[in-house]
């Protein structure tokens, strides 16, 4: 039974009784059910009758009812309205566009539009690199999905993942000033995501893509580099890779070990799987074990496509062929971006000494975070109820402020690594520790110092980044 949550928060308006104990009721009563009171305010007051605004953190949707029927049944405490506060946010949309200059008279109108815009578009029209620094281009970027593997949600199209792109759109103005615009395609057709993106590309400065399942993710994000020259980023490949690589680095520092020397057991080979392996790899690990819902990946395997393929030959040099449960045994580090539960204590027990445990599945991680503690030295989830936190907010926002800053044309992995190594070198020697790997989201330096360390790779290499294939 998981915890109450802020994203299943509810706010009840109540009518109760002015006199005696009705208020402290409420909270008891909450309280008792599972529930947390976060805040309760007054809104009307009366001699006999008060109105009272109550928000309560609940654990999901279910408890949310069964609380307010809870509440429903004390005696004198009427329910008026019941908010949802996670919908009441998404109200109308989350962001907006916004004016950059004031339109206050006619001679602005003239400037901003005709007849004025004309001589600026001219001026494109004989050279179109001034679009990077006379429109929006220098500073957006185009967030972009087919809905087809939302969050931990699926395939539940373009319509139901607006809500997800605008949320990024939203992070990349919070942490990075960029203007991000949610592009959500009504199809799933690699040729035809692959050709609308072309066709916007001229107005925006990066791609970002986002939540498009796998392995076509690696087909469409190849396919987008060879025809444009903007930056095109998959933020569930490379942005997962580049902190989960800045994280395995501060974590190697806190069990003083040396990414080249130790056995990592990977259990996932899908699109996150694949490039954080890529980047491990390219960073300096040298000994991995990945494993999917068959076993070990291996050159013996039969149902070796192209992506498994180049695992298989990169990686597992030994040709160990069986379970993830006998990969994980003596590994110094395993790395999870793949199905909940599927490990257990006694797994991470077996682990090699000061053992390192990322359990990424989200929300319900591949062993229990509680559990994987009682014996790893360092323990990180995807989950903000635990330490260590690796989220890819702390990413993707200064990755494109390097690369927009930098004028750059493509993504390469030294780009990645070097973003990596920004990241986590935010967290210093005197804050780090087990529970210490990753900065916060909030912390002012990580976008400033990943878009520093890009900004300046950028300016070193034009070769892209090459997923999946050899």
Not at 11 to 17: G, Q
Not at 227 to 252: E, M, S, W, Y
């Amino acid at each position: 039974m998981g915890a109450p949550s802020v994203s299943y928060s509810i706010t009840v308006r109540l009518e109760v009784p002015a006199g005696g104990r009705a208020v402290s009721g409420i909270t008891h009563h909450v309280e008792h059910a599972g529930g947390v009171v976060t805040a309760l305010d007054v809104n009307t007051a009366a001699t006999d009758m008060l109105g009272i605004d109550v928000t309560i953190a609940t654990r999901d949707t279910a408890h949310a009812e069964a609380i307010v029927g809870v509440i429903e049944g004390i005696e004198g405490v009427k329910v008026h309205k019941v908010s949802d506060r996670t919908f009441l946010m998404h109200l109308g949309g989350k962001i907006e566009m916004k004016s950059k200059v004031p339109l206050r008279n006619r001679e602005e109108l003239s400037m901003a539009y005709t007849p004025g815009v004309a001589r600026v578009s001219m001026a494109i029209a004989r050279n179109k690199e001034d679009a990077r620094r006379l429109t929006i281009k220098r500073n957006s970027v185009a967030v972009v999905t087919d809905g087809s593997a939302v969050l931990g949600l699926g395939n539940i199209g373009p319509e139901a993942a607006m809500p997800v792109m605008e949320g990024k759109a939203a992070l990349f103005k919070r942490f990075a000033g960029i203007d991000a615009w949610p592009i959500c395609l009504d199809t799933q057709d690699p040729d035809e995501i692959v050709r609308i993106v072309q066709c916007i590309a001229p107005g925006f400065g990066g791609i970002n893509l986002e939540d498009i399942s796998a392995p076509r993710c690696f087909e469409i994000e190849a396919r987008l580099r060879e025809l444009l020259d903007i930056p095109v980023f998959h933020d569930d490949q490379h942005g997962t890779a580049i902190c989960v690589l800045a994280a395995l680095t501060n974590a190697l520092r806190v069990v003083r070990k040396d990414l080249s020397q130790v056995r990592i057991a990977m259990a996932g080979a899908g699109a996150a799987g694949t490039a954080i392996l890529k980047l491990l790899l390219h960073a300096g690990a040298r000994d991995v074990i990945v494993c999917d819902m068959h076993g070990a990946v291996h050159a013996g395997r039969a149902d070796l496509d192209e992506s498994l393929g180049w695992i298989a030959a990169n990686t597992n040099a030994a040709g160990y062929d069986g379970d993830l449960k006998g990969a994980v045994k003596n590994a110094d580090v395993f790395i999870g971006v793949s199905a909940p539960g599927i490990l257990d204590g006694d797994d991470i027990a077996g682990m090699a000494s000061d053992a390192i445990v990322f359990a990424l599945a989200n929300p319900e991680p591949e062993v229990s975070p509680d559990e994987a503690r009682e014996h790893a030295a360092v323990v990180a989830t995807g989950r903000s109820d635990y330490p260590n936190q690796i989220n890819n907010v702390l990413a993707f926002p200064g990755v494109f402020r390097g690369l927009l800053d930098g004028g750059a044309r493509v993504v390469n992995r030294d780009m990645l690594v070097a973003a990596a190594r920004a990241l986590a070198g935010v967290v210093t020697d005197a804050e780090l520790g087990p529970n210490y790997i990753v900065p916060s989201v909030f912390h002012p330096d990580v976008t400033t110092a990943v878009a520093a360390a890009v900004r300046e790779a950028a300016g070193g290499g034009t070769e892209p980044v090459e997923e999946p294939s050899a």
